[in-house]
């Protein structure tokens, strides 16, 4: 693969050395990429790029154990791979199923944080500089349309951006179709596997790659390029808006107590006002189907409303009122100081000790490990609130704690019953759910605290 000559790179070569330089700058060839390798057309080819073009990579594939033999010939074929052309690679094996059913997730869901999981520790441990995924345009269509029709707003149409700042992840193959992918990997006398459940149709993202897009394209030839230049026109929307929302927020939403006001008419007076106020919406978990619902209080009587999970959207008089559905009553908040050992709340008890670093880390639901060296105390013991987000174990990106509730679809009353573990403003458990990643156990930890749930009878 490093043999060729700077003659011989292709089209595809050349375009791609052009694309690093322009869109990604802050790499340069002193520099060590880790690549997320399948040993699939996508990242065999991707690997090649790169090294072809000057890049210092290290490979890094996982074993999810979920395609038995066939999931063992892709290892070996990536063990292989990397011994040929003389590249460090990292292999692990992980039990994805189990895994899924600790944390009540779908297998994709699953095999995304146990992936990302281990990509960030080897980052950290191996002093590497960025991650590279193989994802392509077609990845980029099927990203959108997932997310189109599962309802979402400009954010979720815009698709996945080329680099990822916070992960120090560049996605250098966005801007080639998967044709063209498989047409280099010809050129290039490539080898690679073929993952069997990608001919699956029972998966979301396989049915709109098999069956959507084909049909689209059999009527319009030139749709997926059209659509990856409206996502790009949306890219650059979506920072406009944001922007945008932030200025008019200071004006239409005001806050009263622990309320909310939006002047009627003032806001009417907005452009595509009724987008606007879907914006300033966001915050309080109104759903995209009561939008319309929302919008119709405007000309209903005083004292109408729209109920969410936890807040109404009230008609008074000139304003619509925001107000929370358990305005008072609420349980208080607990504080737990350093040293302490327990604490009894509504739901339970909390049973808290600091210990060294365990050797295996447990599956129970009911017990959170926590990196000692990241906690600031007092710590809060609290309901969650609507406006709570944060960052799943494994994962990069923060989640809105009644999204994920719903993703794992606990009931209204489990909804209400639900308690956080708060330290420095920031979320660390979700008692009897998940840790936030940014207080996970790591390689660099040292000391940890315990704290196990003992829930009421």
Not at 56 to 83: P, Y
Not at 415 to 420: G, L, M, T
Request: proline share 3%; aromatic share 10%.
């Amino acid at each position: 693969m490093g043999q060729r000559s700077e003659e011989s790179l292709t089209d595809m070569h050349t375009a791609f050395q052009q694309i690093m330089a322009a869109q990604f700058p802050f790499v340069q060839r002193q520099h060590t990429i880790l690549l997320a390798i399948s040993g699939g057309v996508d990242s065999v080819v991707l690997a090649n790029l790169l090294v072809n073009a000057g890049f210092q990579i290290k490979l890094a594939h996982m074993n999810f154990q979920l395609r038995g033999e066939e999931s063992l010939r892709d290892e070996q074929f990536v063990q292989d791979f990397a011994k040929q052309r003389n590249l460090v690679c990292h292999i692990k094996r992980v039990d994805t199923r189990s895994f899924m059913k600790q944390y009540n997730m779908g297998v994709q869901e699953a095999a995304r944080v146990l992936r990302y999981q281990w990509f960030e520790a080897l980052m950290h441990n191996r002093k590497l500089d960025y991650l590279a995924t193989a994802h392509h345009a077609d990845d980029q269509l099927e990203t959108v349309l997932w997310h189109f029709f599962r309802g979402t707003g400009i954010n979720g149409l815009k698709g996945m951006d080329a680099y990822s700042p916070k992960q120090k992840l560049i996605r250098p193959l966005l801007s080639f179709h998967k044709d063209a992918i498989l047409a280099q990997a010809k050129n290039d006398g490539l080898v690679f596997v073929e993952d069997s459940s990608n001919a699956d149709s029972d998966y979301t993202r396989n049915f709109f790659r098999n069956e959507v897009l084909p049909l689209i394209e059999s009527r319009m030839p030139q749709a997926k390029q059209q659509a990856l230049q409206t996502i790009q026109y949306l890219q650059d929307n979506a920072i406009i808006l944001k922007h945008t929302i932030d200025q008019w927020k200071k004006k239409l939403l005001i806050a009263d107590g622990v309320q909310y006001r939006i002047p009627i008419l003032l806001l009417q007076e907005y452009p595509a006002w009724t987008t606007v106020l879907w914006e300033l919406l966001q915050a309080f978990d109104f759903t995209a189907g009561q939008h319309a619902e929302i919008i119709k209080l405007l000309q209903a009587d005083n004292s109408s409303y729209v109920s969410g999970e936890m807040y109404r959207v009230i008609k008074d008089r000139k304003h619509l009122l925001i107000a929370p559905i358990k305005a008072s009553g609420d349980p208080q908040t607990l504080l737990i100081e350093a040293g302490q050992t327990s604490i009894s709340f509504p739901l339970g008890e909390l049973l808290i000790q600091q210990t060294a670093v365990p050797k295996e880390i447990s599956a129970d639901p009911m017990l959170a490990l926590i990196d000692a060296s990241v906690l600031a105390f007092p710590l809060l013991l609290r309901p969650w609130r609507v406006g709570d987000y944060f960052y799943p174990l494994g994962m990069r990106k923060k989640k809105k704690l009644s999204r994920f509730f719903g993703d794992i679809k606990l009931s209204r009353t489990e909804k209400e019953q639900a308690w956080v573990i708060e330290s420095n403003k920031k979320i660390v458990w979700i008692l009897g759910h998940r840790i936030d990643d940014r207080f996970k156990i790591t390689t660099q930890t040292n000391q940890v605290v315990q704290i196990r749930f003992k829930k009421n009878a």
